[in-house]
């Protein structure tokens, strides 16, 4: 968990030091500016974020607060994720981890009576100022706690988005269904049966097909609610490493309830209480030394 950036040979920067190529297409300077520019904002702003110094700011949320009805279940949210890493969110049930993942697609736009106030920016843009939402949950992709297949067979699940985008090219189409379906470590599994059945699958295999449905959208960020909660023991790691190989491409963020899961994949770690992000910080620091006590005590496991 902890040298996974050196483990990748990526740097801070988003640098393939491997490979000596820059993993997206701004330059280290221009992408520097940007960040310095956003942080000099939040300054000026007062504005005190859960930032880590050095890293490229991929999600930038300021000052959140989400209500539903009356209750408050997001009470000032500041944090900066690193992009192309993997963000853990940890926390007793109840805290808020779940809402907190929707609002970073908006999803919590479509449940009545919610309250959303503050700022969340994805590459410095405002999202709830954006009015495409469809475009946005395109970018920001998201998969649940139980694999939600279509009942159609694996190809027609996979290209599903893509077709519904306007992509009509049997070729294309074909091409995505591979690239998608290896990217999510599954090929292997169904390339002999793509017109079988979804849900004729194993619950792990599903998973790791809805997986490949949101990578065939070509997001840039995957949210995950708890992933493998519903999987066995050998599904869950077999989706642990297809995480792990996700993140030199994508941002990931992923609610778990397993401490062991946020330490074994993630690069970082926050710890939401009541509603609130209590510590962020590297997911070994969380684990190893912690700064608050009521971190402490919960990887302790003294509640939650
Ligand atoms: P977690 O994912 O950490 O278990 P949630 O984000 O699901 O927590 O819930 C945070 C709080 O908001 C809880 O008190 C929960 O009961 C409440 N809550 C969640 N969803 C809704 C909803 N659709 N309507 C009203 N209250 C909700
Ligand atoms: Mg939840």
Redesign the pocket.
């Known amino acids: 968990m902890s040298d996974n950036i050196n483990k990748n040979n990526i740097d801070s920067n988003g640098v393939d030091l491997k490979n000596n190529v820059n993993t997206d297409n701004k330059s280290i300077d221009e992408k520097r500016i940007a960040i310095d520019s956003i942080r000099k904002e939040y300054t000026d702003r007062n504005l005190v974020g859960n930032s880590l110094p050095g890293d490229e700011i991929k999600i930038s949320v300021r000052n959140l607060n989400l209500f539903?009805?009356e209750?408050h279940?997001l009470k000032d949210v500041n944090i900066d994720m690193p992009g192309n890493r993997v963000i853990a969110l940890i926390?007793?049930?109840?805290?808020?981890?779940?809402?907190?993942l929707r609002t970073l697609n908006r999803m919590n736009d479509l449940?009545e009576?919610v309250t959303i106030k503050g700022e969340i920016r994805i590459n410095a843009e405002d999202i709830y100022k954006t009015t495409d939402v469809i475009d946005l949950r395109t970018r920001v992709g998201m998969v649940f706690q139980k694999a939600n297949l279509f009942p159609m067979s694996i190809y027609d699940n996979i290209v599903y988005g893509p077709r519904i985008q306007g992509q009509r090219d049997k070729k294309k189409l074909d091409e995505i269904v591979e690239k998608s379906l290896r990217g999510a470590a599954i090929w292997d599994e169904v390339k002999d049966n793509l017109k079988g059945a979804a849900l004729g699958l194993s619950g792990g295999q599903q998973q790791r097909v809805c997986i490949a449905r949101t990578i065939a959208m070509d997001p840039d960020i995957i949210l995950m609610?708890e992933p493998t909660s519903a999987l066995d023991p050998i599904s869950t790691l077999k989706v642990e490493e297809l995480i792990e190989s996700l993140k030199g491409a994508y941002t990931i963020v992923i609610?778990t309830h397993n401490m062991q899961q946020a330490a074994r994949i993630s690069d970082y770690t926050a710890f939401?209480l009541n509603?609130e992000i209590v510590e962020f910080d590297e997911t070994k620091n969380i684990f190893e030394n912690p700064k608050d006590k009521r971190t402490e005590d919960y990887i302790n496991g003294r509640f939650g």
Do not use: H, L, R
């Open positions: 539903y009805g209750k279940a926390g007793p049930s109840g805290c808020g981890k779940s809402t907190f449940i009576g609610d609610v939401f509603g």
